[in-house]
C-alpha cells in the first residue's frame, strides 16, 4: 500500500514536471528559445495571486485570473518582446546568458519586494485524504494529476486538431518553408509563447498550495523541467510527458527507498543515461539543427 501511496505521489509531482517541461519543448521548437528562467516562471504566478490579494484586496478567484493574465502578459508577451527578440538575433549563447540573468532578477525581486519566507497559498481543492484499498491517497494529489493529464491533453488536441495548431506545427518543422505557404509564423511562435505563459501559471497554482510560495522554488523546478524534456525527448510533447511523469515517479521512489540525502542526484545519473545511451530522449526523434 505504501508503494501506491508513493507512485500516486510520484505521479503528481511529475505531471507538474510535464506541465513545465512541454512548455520549454515548445519554446525550442518554434522559436530556440532555451528558456533558463522556466523555473521562476513557475515560482511567479503564485506571487502574482498572493499580491493581487494582498495588495489589491482582491478575492482569491478574481486573484486567480489576474495572475493568469499578468502571467500572460509578463512572461509570454513582455518575455518575447523584450528579451527573446532582441537577444535571439545575436545567437542562442547570449539568450541563455539572459534568461539566467532575468532568472535571477525575479528570484531576488520577489525576496526582496515581497517576502523571504515561504508564504501559504489557499488551496483550490480539498485537502482531505481518500483511503484506498488501504492505501491513503491524498486528494490533492488526485487534482493535480486530473488537472495536468486534461490540460496536456487538450493541448496536444488544439495542436492535432485545429488550424492554428497544425500552423504551430508547421512553424516549429520549418519555419522558412511555413512563410512561403503563407502562415504568420511571427504570430504562431507569439502563440507559443502564451501557451508556456499558461502551463507555468497552470502548475503553479497546483503545486504552491502544497509546498507553498517562495522566492526559490523555481531552482528544484526549473532543473527537474529541463532534465525531464531531455529524458523524454525534447522535440516530442508526449516525450516532455513521459519524461516528467517518469522524473516524478523515481524521484519519489528514490526518497522512499534510498535516501533522501541523494534524492537530487538520482534524476541527474538518470540524464546521464540517456544522454549516453538514447541522445534523443525515450521517445524523442534525431535531427540535425544548427544552432
Given at each position: 500500500?505504501?508503494?501506491?501511496?508513493?507512485?500516486?505521489?510520484?505521479?503528481?509531482?511529475?505531471?507538474?514536471?510535464?506541465?513545465?517541461?512541454?512548455?520549454?519543448?515548445?519554446?525550442?521548437?518554434t522559436s530556440q528559445t532555451i528558456n533558463f528562467a522556466q523555473g521562476e516562471?513557475?515560482?511567479?504566478?503564485?506571487?502574482?495571486?498572493?499580491?493581487?490579494?494582498?495588495?489589491?484586496?482582491?478575492?482569491?478567484?478574481?486573484?486567480?485570473?489576474?495572475?493568469?493574465?499578468?502571467?500572460?502578459?509578463?512572461?509570454?508577451?513582455?518575455?518575447?518582446?523584450?528579451?527573446?527578440?532582441?537577444?535571439?538575433?545575436?545567437?542562442?549563447?547570449?539568450?541563455?546568458?539572459?534568461?539566467?540573468?532575468?532568472?535571477?532578477?525575479?528570484?531576488?525581486?520577489?525576496?526582496?519586494?515581497?517576502?523571504?519566507?515561504?508564504?501559504?497559498?489557499?488551496?483550490?481543492?480539498?485537502?482531505?485524504?481518500?483511503?484506498?484499498?488501504?492505501?491513503?491517497?491524498?486528494?490533492?494529489?488526485?487534482?493535480?494529476?486530473?488537472?495536468?493529464?486534461?490540460?496536456?491533453?487538450?493541448?496536444?488536441?488544439?495542436?492535432?486538431?485545429?488550424?492554428t495548431g497544425r500552423c504551430m506545427q508547421a512553424t516549429a518543422q520549418n519555419?522558412?518553408?511555413?512563410?512561403?505557404?503563407?502562415?504568420?509564423?511571427?504570430?504562431?511562435?507569439?502563440?507559443?509563447?502564451?501557451?508556456?505563459?499558461?502551463?507555468?501559471?497552470?502548475?503553479?497554482?497546483?503545486?504552491?498550495?502544497?509546498?507553498?510560495?517562495?522566492?526559490?522554488?523555481?531552482?528544484?523546478?526549473?532543473?527537474?523541467?529541463?532534465?525531464?524534456?531531455?529524458?523524454?525527448?525534447?522535440?516530442?510533447?508526449?516525450?516532455?510527458?513521459?519524461?516528467?511523469?517518469?522524473?516524478?515517479?523515481?524521484?519519489?521512489?528514490?526518497?522512499?527507498?534510498?535516501?533522501?540525502?541523494?534524492?537530487?542526484?538520482?534524476?541527474?545519473?538518470?540524464?546521464?543515461?540517456?544522454?549516453?545511451?538514447?541522445?534523443?530522449?525515450?521517445?524523442?526523434?534525431?535531427?540535425?539543427?544548427?544552432?
Amino acid at each position: 500500500m505504501a508503494l501506491l501511496q508513493i507512485l500516486i505521489s510520484g505521479l503528481a509531482t511529475g505531471a507538474i514536471y510535464a506541465l513545465v517541461a512541454v512548455g520549454f519543448m515548445l519554446l525550442w521548437q518554434t522559436s530556440q528559445t532555451i528558456n533558463f528562467a522556466q523555473g521562476e516562471f513557475v515560482m511567479l504566478p503564485a506571487f502574482f495571486v498572493l499580491g493581487a490579494m494582498k495588495f489589491g484586496g482582491m478575492p482569491f478567484w478574481l486573484a486567480i485570473v489576474v495572475g493568469l493574465l499578468l502571467s500572460l502578459i509578463v512572461l509570454g508577451v513582455l518575455f518575447k518582446v523584450l528579451l527573446v527578440d532582441p537577444m535571439l538575433r545575436h545567437g542562442v549563447l547570449p539568450l541563455v546568458i539572459s534568461t539566467i540573468a532575468l532568472a535571477l532578477f525575479f528570484k531576488e525581486g520577489v525576496k526582496t519586494w515581497y517576502a523571504a519566507e515561504a508564504q501559504p497559498f489557499p488551496a483550490l481543492w480539498s485537502n482531505d485524504n481518500l483511503e484506498i484499498g488501504g492505501a491513503v491517497i491524498s486528494v490533492q494529489n488526485l487534482v493535480i494529476i486530473v488537472v495536468a493529464v486534461t490540460a496536456v491533453l487538450a493541448l496536444q488536441w488544439f495542436l492535432a486538431r485545429t488550424r492554428t495548431g497544425r500552423c504551430m506545427q508547421a512553424t516549429a518543422q520549418n519555419p522558412a518553408l511555413a512563410r512561403i505557404l503563407g502562415v504568420r509564423v511571427e504570430r504562431m511562435i507569439l502563440y507559443t509563447f502564451l501557451i508556456n505563459a499558461a502551463l507555468v501559471a497552470l502548475a503553479s497554482f497546483l503545486i504552491s498550495p502544497i509546498y507553498l510560495a517562495k522566492f526559490s522554488n523555481g531552482e528544484t523546478l526549473g532543473m527537474a523541467a529541463f532534465i525531464a524534456a531531455i529524458v523524454g525527448g525534447f522535440n516530442q510533447v508526449r516525450g516532455a510527458i513521459a519524461g516528467g511523469l517518469l522524473l516524478g515517479v523515481v524521484d519519489n521512489l528514490a526518497a522512499s527507498y534510498i535516501s533522501t540525502q541523494y534524492r537530487g542526484a538520482i534524476p541527474l545519473f538518470l540524464l546521464i543515461a540517456v544522454i549516453l545511451f538514447r541522445p534523443q530522449g525515450l521517445l524523442g526523434r534525431a535531427e540535425e539543427r544548427s544552432v
